[in-house]
């Protein structure tokens, strides 16, 4: 009987959610790669840009909880993720992209996070990758949304 008890245990500890620790907070960004946002262009590649309340159109878009940061991967694909550490879980720890566009870490926990290959996977104390957005679109107009 025991071993069924641990087996129980063991099968109820592994269905535990994590919740995401950033939660839900509106994302809406229209990137146009002709102009505005060329460093994001393909021949950028790897390239980073970050994209907060004080430098969007605050009448009709959205930078989510920490901010976002946008970036074209080392394979070409775009990718976006919240600013803030989700470790740390404030608006007030942001990440902040490495001179290579390799990792953005932060500042607090120390930890990595992978952008150079677009998934966010963490380096360090946390377990959580970093919050993803979608971008949508093609061409040189390219929409952020959650």
Known sequence: MRPYLVMLFLLCASCTKM???IGNFPVYLRLDLTT???ELREENAPGCKIYTQQNINANFERAG???VLVVRTVTGSMQAFDLACPYE????VLIA???NTIYAVCPDCGTKYDIAFGTGAPDGVS???LKRYNVVGSGSQLTVTN
């Open 97 to 99: 992209p490495d001179e």
């Open 19 to 21: 919740e995401d620790p």
């Open 89 to 92: 879980a404030s608006r007030n």
């Open 65 to 67: 909880f920490g901010g």
């Open 36 to 38: 505005k946002d060329k």
């Open 127 to 129: 377990r959580f990758y």
